[in-house]
C-alpha cells in the first residue's frame, strides 16, 4: 500500500541543477519523515537529507549543505530535493524513503519504512 515514486533524474553539465520529486501515497503523509539518499556503483549508500513533514525540521549532510535543499509539499504529498552546483561526484541513483521516525542526526541509521524505485542522476566534466 505504501507507495513512494521518484522523478526528474537525467544528465546535466557540472554546474548544472537538478530537481528531484518523491510522490508519496498509501500513508498519513503528515505523520512521517522522507529523506533522500544516493548510491554509486560499488559505494555504500549515502544518506543526504531529510525532512519531517509535521513541522518542516531538515537535516544535511555535509556533502549537500549550501547545494541540495529539501522542501515538502503537504498538499501534493510530494518532496523535492532541488540541486544546485552538480559535480561529478554526485552522479549516483537517488532514491527517497519513509519513516515514522523524526528527522535529525541519527535518521540514516534506523530502520526505514518504504524506498522508492531510485531515479538516475548523472553529472558530466
Known amino acids: 500500500e505504501v507507495q513512494l515514486v521518484e522523478s526528474g533524474g537525467g544528465l546535466v553539465q557540472a554546474g548544472g541543477s537538478l530537481r528531484l520529486s518523491c510522490a508519496a501515497s498509501?500513508?498519513?503523509?503528515?505523520?512521517?519523515?522522507i529523506g533522500w539518499f544516493r548510491q554509486a556503483p560499488g559505494k555504500e549508500r549515502e544518506g543526504l537529507s531529510c525532512i519531517s513533514n509535521s513541522d518542516g525540521n531538515t537535516y544535511y549532510a555535509d556533502s549537500v549543505k549550501g547545494r541540495f535543499t529539501i522542501s515538502s509539499d503537504n498538499a501534493k504529498n510530494t518532496v523535492y530535493l532541488q540541486m544546485n552546483s552538480l559535480e561529478p561526484e554526485d552522479t549516483a541513483v537517488y532514491y527517497c524513503?519513509?519513516?515514522?521516525?523524526?528527522?535529525?542526526?541519527?535518521?540514516?541509521?534506523?530502520?526505514?519504512?518504504?524506498w522508492g524505485q531510485g531515479t538516475q542522476v548523472t553529472v558530466s566534466s
Open positions: 498509501g500513508f498519513t503523509f503528515d505523520d512521517y519523515a
Open positions: 524513503a519513509s519513516t515514522l521516525v523524526y528527522c535529525g542526526s541519527s535518521w540514516y541509521s534506523v530502520p526505514l519504512d518504504a
